[in-house]
């Protein structure tokens, strides 16, 4: 019997900061739906989902999907097909964590990340065990832009501390943040 995933995913495309600290929606990436999809079913996470509230956003996401889903791209490469099945579109986060919420009666514990270090940050090897405990869905989220809004992370049950190299430059792709997070957390050790 396989164990339930207890994590989950999500890549806020709203609400985020743009370089002159205004609230916006930034635009889905081809690249960031297939690597972190690719990535999340690696690690054995529960769902992928993209948050915008954007309905050209959304309708081109679903396009995407649809070709690798049920298209051409399905048959041609049935491995991506496989990955991008745990990919689900959202308007909102309180709707992911709704969604999450009904399949396991529970509220997800949220868990940010940030390139900025924060007072209650939590360790990867801490968040680990609570991950490996098994007993609650930990809803992962990642943001686009230039980062997820201060309301996000105030109301975070948790912030993961920064992946940080040994240089002052802290500008990781989202998807090579999210490859690096997921491996940290749960990666074969």
């Known amino acids: 019997m396989t164990k339930r995933a207890n994590i989950y995913l999500a890549l806020l495309h709203y609400p985020v900061y743009d370089k002159n600290e205004r609230v916006v929606s930034t635009a889905l990436t081809n690249l960031d739906i297939h690597d972190i999809a690719r990535t999340a079913k690696t690690f054995g996470v529960g769902k992928y989902y993209l948050v915008t509230p954007l309905r050209k956003q959304q309708i081109l996401a679903k396009r995407i999907l649809s070709h690798w889903r049920s298209g051409f791209g399905a048959q041609y490469n049935p491995k991506r097909k496989e990955a991008l099945e745990l990919v689900a579109i959202s308007d909102s986060l309180n709707d992911v964590c709704k969604d999450i919420h009904s399949h396991w009666g529970l509220k997800p514990k949220t868990v940010i990340t940030d390139a900025k270090v ?16 098994g007993s609650q869905p930990y809803l992962l989220l990642l943001g686009t832009g230039w980062g997820v809004t201060n309301d996000v992370i105030n109301d975070s049950d948790y912030v993961l501390a920064p992946i940080r190299g040994d240089t002052q430059y802290y500008h990781l792709s989202v998807r090579s943040a999210a490859a690096i997070i997921l491996d940290r957390l749960l990666g074969m050790k």
């Open 118 to 133: 924060f007072k209650r940050s939590i360790g990867y090897l801490d968040l680990r065990k609570l991950i490996k405990e």
